[in-house]
Structure formats: structure tokens, C-alpha cells
């Protein structure tokens, strides 16, 4: 006791068959439609890669100019950085008692070295 199905012998058409008639715009619409989804999900896709890309080059490029700016940066911290090693050994070597005397003698200012040691106030 089995179900048997009649064959249809006009529904078996092949697509090229119908043709122009009523039966083929339907399946023609149908693919048009997946066909544009296919291809809105192609558009999608390269967007976003092509999003990404244009991303990529740009934090690259921003990326290479900040590394050029921290470089200059640094050569200057360091010329900065020797001038003022400079600047405070020419300012130690002036401080020195003696120097101190030289310049006062150079000068002619009336000024003598106290002979008595220095006091401290508490």
C-alpha cells in the first residue's frame, strides 16, 4: 500500500521552453532578484575591504610620520641635553673658590677672604 505520484508531463518544461509565456517572467524575476543579492553581497564585501585598506594605509602612513617626529624629537633632546651639560661643567668650574678669587682680582673689587670660619645659626 504505497502512495503512487501521477508524472505531470507539462510541468517537467525546461526554462527555455516557456519562454516569453506568463510561467517564465516569475522564474526570471526570482534569479534577478538572487542575482542582485549575490551582488549587493560583492559590493558589501569590497566596501569593507576596500574600507580597511584605505585604513591601513592611512594608520601606516600616520604611524611612519609620528616615528620621523619622535626621532627629531630625540636629536634635539640630545643637543639639548650637551648644551646643558656644557653650560652647568662651565658654571661649576666658575663657581669655585678660586675662580671666584680671579675674577675679583681681574676686576679690581675690593673684596678679601674672610679669615675666620664661617658660623652657623641653628
Given amino acids: 500500500m ?3 505520484f501521477k508524472k505531470n508531463k507539462n510541468r517537467a518544461k525546461d526554462v527555455s521552453e516557456v519562454g516569453a509565456s506568463g510561467m517564465g517572467e516569475p522564474f526570471r524575476i526570482v534569479h534577478l532578484q538572487k542575482l542582485v543579492d549575490v551582488l549587493l553581497e560583492y559590493v558589501l564585501f569590497l566596501v569593507v575591504f576596500f574600507g580597511v585598506s584605505f585604513w591601513y594605509i592611512d594608520n601606516r602612513y600616520v604611524c611612519e610620520k609620528k616615528m620621523l617626529q619622535i626621532t ?5 633632546l640630545q643637543d639639548r641635553k650637551f648644551v646643558w651639560l656644557t653650560i652647568s661643567a662651565d658654571l661649576t668650574q666658575l663657581s669655585r673658590q678660586s675662580e671666584v678669587e680671579k675674577v675679583i682680582k681681574e ?16
Avoid: D, M, T, Y
Avoid at 72 to 76: D, P, Q
Fill in 2 to 4: 504505497g502512495l503512487r
Fill in 72 to 76: 627629531k624629537l630625540e636629536k634635539e
Fill in 107 to 122: 676686576k679690581n673689587i675690593e673684596l678679601k677672604v674672610s679669615s675666620e670660619p664661617a658660623i652657623k645659626i641653628k
